[in-house]
């Protein structure tokens, strides 16, 4: 039985990504067995004055941690990651995993994945959504909206919306190339699905990821001033039916917390939660770090990002965001 559920966030792909994209060192780990490959852990290491020098297995995303065929595997790679966390001196090493693991580390659970099984025709998964859904779907239709998928061509209108968004919410943005760079690593598994006006203007996009059996949507997001159209209806719709046409069996609507508006949203869907298990290698034990954004710390930053100019938070928000996992 393996330690952890391999995620497409264990492919080596993911190396090139972060160090272009953000500048972090990263450490991948490999245990194997007679030549053969039995575990892998990536590591990234984030250091700046304002968040502090620590790891995380994998920033910026869902999952992470330790993949292994054995759990005296993910031993071994688990204690060489502690030696250069102790090299680095860093305070905390955390691993975003799906499976509980061993006692020895604390966990916060907060977290779950919501996921939907999905059917090979998309007409049984649209038969099997409720009367009032069906509508919700079909009002951007009748306002006009229409559905692109594609990728880099997609992109211009997916960081518009995104980055509006961020700002909305409080949050510094990624940069541009961050999505650029996925899309050039993962050509045959990643696109962007837009929904736009009439006129052609961005209302809500999102950006999708395959691996195996599953695609995920790490990255979604929607026009307020288009809400009473409920373009994101018409955008969730459209990804599902995708998914069912390119055959995955599984559709991840991305981590909420249990009973949140995001949590109701993907819920009516037909999405049932996993539990999530973000386990921690304290330096100096104590409390589990709050690099969230629900820490009172950040409070007033949050309230002052979301006054900003839209065109400065592109400019300045990746070099803050780049420091938070």
């Known amino acids: 039985m393996g330690s952890a559920v391999s995620a497409c966030y264990h492919l080596s792909g993911w190396k090139n990504v972060i160090e272009g994209s953000f500048g972090h060192k990263t450490y991948y780990l490999a245990s194997k067995n007679d030549g053969r490959m039995t575990g892998v852990l990536p590591l990234v290491q984030l250091k700046s004055l304002l968040f502090g020098n620590f790891m995380v297995s994998l920033p910026y995303f869902n999952y992470g941690g330790a993949c292994s065929d054995t759990d ?90 995104f980055s509006r968004n961020m700002r909305d919410l409080g949050t510094p943005v990624y940069a ?75 559709f991840d609507f991305g981590r909420s917390t249990r009973g949140v508006g995001t949590y109701r949203f993907k819920e009516q869907w037909g999405a049932r939660p996993v539990q999530l298990y973000w386990h921690y290698w304290l330096r100096n034990g104590g409390k589990l770090p709050e690099l969230n954004p629900h820490n009172p710390k950040y409070r007033t930053a949050i309230q002052v990002w979301k006054s900003l100019p839209l065109a400065l938070t592109k400019m300045i928000g990746p070099h803050i965001v780049k420091n938070l996992p």
Not at 98 to 106: C, K, V
Not at 231 to 246: I, Q, R, T
């Open 176 to 250: 541009k190339s961050f999505f650029r760079n996925i899309l050039s690593a993962f050509p045959d598994t990643t696109w962007i699905c837009t929904v736009s006006t009439q006129s052609g203007a961005p209302a809500a996009s999102g950006f999708l990821l395959g691996f195996k059996e599953i695609m995920e949507i790490p990255w979604a997001s929607s026009v307020k001033a288009f809400n009473r159209e409920s373009p994101n209806m018409l955008l969730y719709w459209s990804v599902l039916k995708f998914a069912c046409e390119k055959g995955y069996a599984t």
């Open 72 to 161: 005296d595997d993910r031993r071994e790679l688990l204690k060489e990651a502690e030696q250069i966390a102790l090299d680095q001196k860093v305070s905390h090493i955390e691993l975003r995993e799906e499976q509980a693991g061993d006692s020895s580390l604390p966990a916060r659970t907060e977290k779950v994945s919501m996921r939907l099984p999905l059917p090979a025709d998309p007409e049984q998964l649209w038969n099997s959504f409720s009367s009032k859904l069906r509508s919700q779907v079909k009002r951007p239709e009748k306002a006009g909206m229409r559905v692109t998928i594609g990728k880099e061509d997609q992109l211009d209108g997916f960081y518009d919306v």
